[in-house]
């Protein structure tokens, strides 16, 4: 699929037969009307009827021209995940044991669709007759990695017009699954997509992939800072990770830097899997460190449902690096907003429906916000000084 085509011949489909108007009226009038003018008979009423018939005739033409195909945008994302269940006053491990709850929609997806919105795109399935707009089809696929997979084939086999893939793995497993089949694919949030192979460089990024960088990893120094200007007598910290992912890796490169700074004592938990970060999180108690933080990885990330309870109920809060880490549970956040990030995503499908093409389309980073959840550090009865809480861009109370 050549990049850039306008958007009515996305995804190859022909365009709709389109009459235009003049053509219709030159053809039915024109050398009637030039004689009826000449012979001085009929001329007003015969231009009355030329014109009603070219508009009675042109008029299914303008209707379709109103209506444009909807563009199909195929959207990937690990889940549904387990959302976190906690309540205030547990102890121990029977408080991480609440009900599950499931993750409805990803908070990217979310700001795609008020994205959308905003410029005027309408789903097809909440479209209301004669609501104007412009009409999009947007098919959200959630599984595992396998099923993912699946969901990307049939994306290429459609085949859909763009592809939003949430998490560089999904990116991975759209560019693969699309080689035979090229298709725009954005994603609305990605540490480093340089060094994953995804872009030629954030400023041209070349191909049929670009999107939204969030720069977790540059902020994670910032983040050990902040969770020390909140609680002054922090002196040892857990860093969540995945062993082998290099964002986390270089992540906790800064944090280490940050900490020696700081005379804070990193304790280093990586895991490999659900199970084994669930075994580590079962020896977590308030002597063995003073607080959590998340590095960016989305092991970790898709598991904040087993973290975020064991972190109340043992009373070591949790530091996040996206703003819904904070509405979660976690104490702060600081980092990307994940539904301004999808919001963003929503300004380049924009662009490509008008004909831009992909790797004309720098990736753009997501400014960081400083999220606090009051409501936890009164669960937890810590004082969130004043001088922190004036640095927040959101306070959740």
């Not at 039915?28 to 009355?48: E, I, K, V």
């Not at 990116?171 to 693969?176: K, P």
């Not at 916000?369 to 810590?382: D, Q, R, S, Y």
Request: charged share 20%; aromatic share 6%.
């Amino acid at each position: 699929m050549p990049a850039g085509r306008p958007a009515a011949k996305l995804a190859g489909r022909p365009e709709p037969q389109r009459w235009e108007l003049g053509v219709v009226m030159a053809s039915l009038t024109g050398s009637d009307f030039a004689s009826s003018r000449r012979n001085g008979r009929g001329g007003p009423r015969r231009r009355l009827r030329g014109w009603s018939l070219a508009i009675l005739l042109a008029a299914p033409v303008l209707g379709a021209q109103a209506q444009e195909r909807p563009i199909e945008i195929g959207v990937l994302a690990f889940g549904p995940r387990p959302a976190p269940v906690w309540s205030c006053g547990g102890s121990g491990p029977a408080a991480a044991e609440a009900p599950a709850k499931q993750e409805t929609m990803p908070f990217y997806i979310l700001g795609l669709m008020e994205g959308l919105a905003k410029l005027n795109y309408v789903d097809v399935r909440s479209a209301k007759p004669g609501q104007p707009g412009r009409r999009v089809n947007l098919d959200v696929r959630m599984g595992n990695f396998q099923e993912l997979k699946v969901h990307a084939q049939q994306f290429a086999s459609k085949p859909v017009d763009i592809i939003v893939a949430v998490a560089s793995a999904a990116v991975r497993i759209a560019q693969d699954e699309t080689r035979g089949h090229p298709i725009p694919i954005l994603f609305p949030g990605i540490s480093d997509p340089v060094g994953e192979g995804f872009v030629q460089s954030l400023a041209r990024p070349g191909g049929f992939i670009t999107g939204v960088s969030h720069q977790e990893v540059q902020g994670s120094g910032k983040r050990l800072e902040l969770f020390k200007e909140m609680l002054p007598g922090l002196r040892r910290v857990i860093t969540l990770r995945r062993s082998g992912y290099r964002p986390s890796e270089l992540s906790l490169v800064d944090v280490r830097s940050a900490a020696s700074r700081l005379n804070v004592e990193i304790l280093d938990w990586a895991a490999d899997s659900r199970d084994e970060l669930k075994a580590m999180l079962a020896k977590l108690a308030p002597e063995t460190a003073d607080g959590i933080m998340i590095l960016p990885d989305s092991l970790v990330i898709s598991s904040l449902d087993l973290i975020i309870p064991a972190s109340i109920a043992h009373r070591v809060p949790t530091f996040g690096l996206q703003d819904f880490m904070a509405e979660y549970g976690a104490l702060a956040s600081y980092g990307p907003s994940a539904r301004q990030a999808g919001a963003r995503v929503a300004q380049y499908i924009d662009k490509i429906a008008k004909g831009a093409k992909p790797g004309d389309l720098p990736v753009e980073p997501v400014d960081p916000l400083f999220f606090v959840n009051l409501k936890v550090a009164n669960c937890l009865g810590l004082t969130v000084p004043l001088e922190v809480l004036r640095q927040a861009d959101r306070v959740v109370r």
